[in-house]
């Protein structure tokens, strides 16, 4: 039997655009114990389909128009606001995408844990304690006892989104929702968060709603996959029908845009080197110290790093969160001091130069972060955002930057109809775009590409790494990648460069890195990295 049946479900959201249809007549069901993969691009529906089962979204501007969703003979979309808050939580529970976002950073890891039990279940304060010391042991964090008492900053990203699911479980539901729970996870980590959820899922017969974008993810975990597209669902079946046989071209072109083997032409090693890394070592002071005054050991984000990138080569970049990959890209760019060691670019040592010798310095190296919603100024147009950079250094005058932006936005494949458009009009993809379009404007000769597309979806991921691909043979740029993302560096990158905490234990061609890692670090990367087989 059907835990949960949806039937027609409709939902639209008041724009000042008018009423936009977000789901469109989605059905579907799950069977006790079954995990189902609910896949597609941002915007496709995925999170609002599930959000609406509980009831989530808020009215106005959201509106259910229509359909059924019988869970347990119970109607979720006709239930009072009284009636869901028995069923949230104690009966369905979910894993939100970001922790940090979703647990309060005022109340410690326990107030937290011990909320549902004491709501749903009248425990008090000292047997919920208990209770949640064996949920944070199950979910494998190491000294529960103390771990219980810690604040949501002081857990790794790993450690919160385990904190998260033993919240989401501790109240024993029968349904869990997990939205992108490893989006931004690396490798080894979301391994484990995988591994984990298949565990208890087992133990518990728990059924499991998996939403993501990551199809590899989704073919270790799930047992049957609905694909969504602009609200509809395109296809569904079995895991291994929907992954290796799909039927329609919009899940034929979602598996074509995953990540697979190797850069089809790389840099030759004979290009000579435009940055040599000597021994860089970035160390940030130590917190807490003693309590007779001693000063706390030093955190040694970098330590003694030596690399180099040849003109027009692409370097990966990879590593665990807190393995010191985004430390060194800064450090690079002087955006950060460092505290030894020499960076050479072009010949000239950087940590010499005075401020106003690095600022123009700076027109010849740049960098793209990993989140363009935060790094773009969401108070000014795609015009002035690419025009800044122009206008700073030099390279036009307010009457002339007009004709380079709209080149710009060319270059990088935005539509020149949005140049009076702001941040928060555009998607992820098109923000990024503005972030790389900025990042070039000054026809750099380096750049820093700092997880660029962690967020993505597989196929604005396949779109962005193209894009910068043919940036790089077009204007002869070299590039430090960043990224957690194996297969994504095994795409773009000539080299490869594994860091762990904080020093530099692997380097090569990425091909011989991939085919024959020397060390065992490596091999744990390599191990943990989600496979998906090719579609015949």
């Not at 259910?64 to 979309?77: K, M, Q, R, V, W």
């Not at 008090?124 to 190491?142: P, T």
């Not at 393995?323 to 950060?336: D, F």
Request: with cysteine; glycine share 8%; aromatic share 4%.
């Amino acid at each position: 039997m059907a835990l949960l049946e949806v039937e027609g479900l409709t939902v639209s959201f008041r724009s000042r655009y008018g009423q936009v249809t977000a789901v469109d007549n989605v059905s579907f069901s799950v069977t006790e114990g079954e995990t189902l993969a609910i896949v597609g691009e941002s915007g496709s529906g995925k999170s609002v389909t599930c959000y609406s089962l509980l009831q989530l979204l808020p009215r106005p501007p959201a509106s259910i128009e229509a359909g059924t969703a019988l869970f347990n003979e119970l109607d979720l979309l006709r239930l009072s606001e009284r009636e869901l808050r028995k069923v949230r939580g104690s009966e369905i529970a979910m894993v939100f995408q970001d922790p940090m976002t979703s647990l309060n950073p005022y109340l410690s890891i326990g107030s937290q844990l011990i909320e549902p039990l004491q709501l749903h279940h009248g425990c008090g304060r000292r047997e919920a304690l208990q209770k949640a010391v064996v949920a944070l042991k199950e979910v494998g964090i190491d000294r529960p006892q103390t771990r219980i008492s810690d604040y949501p900053h002081q857990l790794s990203g790993g450690m919160r989104q385990r904190v998260m699911i033993a919240m989401a479980l501790i109240a024993e539901p029968r349904l869990l929702i997990a939205d992108e729970p490893t989006t931004a996870l690396d490798v080894t980590v979301q391994a484990q968060i995988l591994q984990l959820l298949k565990r208890i899922q087992q133990q518990r017969q728990l059924t499991v709603i998996f939403i993501s974008h990551d199809l590899a993810v989704v073919a270790e975990i799930a047992d049957r996959v609905l694909v969504m597209h602009q609200g509809q669902v395109v296809e569904a079946g079995s895991c291994s029908e929907v992954l290796q046989r799909p039927q329609q071209q919009y899940t034929r072109d979602l598996l074509a845009a995953v990540p697979r083997g190797a850069k089809q032409k790389t840099a030759t090693e004979v290009a000579p080197a435009l940055l040599r890394v000597s021994q860089l070592s970035t160390w940030f002071a130590g917190s807490g110290g003693s309590f007779f005054g001693a000063e706390a050991a030093p955190n040694k984000a970098v330590d003694d790093v030596s690399f180099e990138v040849r003109r027009g080569e692409i370097v990966g970049l990879v590593g665990e969160s807190g393995s010191g990959k985004s430390t060194t890209g800064r450090s690079v760019l002087q955006l950060l001091p460092q505290t030894a060691g020499l960076v050479e670019f072009d010949g000239v040592n950087l940590s010499q130069l005075k401020r106003y010798q690095m600022q123009q310095m700076r027109r010849r190296m740049q960098m793209i972060f990993q989140d363009p919603y935060a790094s773009l100024n969401p108070r000014m147009t795609v015009y002035e955002c690419l025009a800044e950079p122009l206008l700073h250094h030099g390279l036009a005058v307010r009457g002339s930057a007009m004709a380079q932006v709209l080149q710009l936005m060319d270059d990088v494949g935005l539509a020149r109809a949005g140049i009076r458009k702001y941040p928060h009009e555009f998607s992820g993809g098109q923000r990024q775009r503005i972030a790389i379009g900025r990042a070039i404007a000054t026809r750099p000769e380096f750049i820093v590409a700092d997880e660029p597309v962690s967020a993505l979806d597989v196929t604005i991921q396949s779109q962005i790494l193209e894009l910068l691909l043919a940036l790089v043979e077009q204007h002869n740029l070299s590039m430090l990648f960043i990224s957690h993302d194996l297969a994504v560096v095994r795409k773009l990158c000539d080299r490869v460069l594994v860091m762990r905490a904080g020093k530099l234990v692997e380097s090569g061609a990425v091909e011989a890195v991939y085919a024959n890692p020397q060390h065992p670090y490596t091999k744990t990367l390599l191990a943990a990295l989600p496979q998906l087989a090719a579609v015949p």
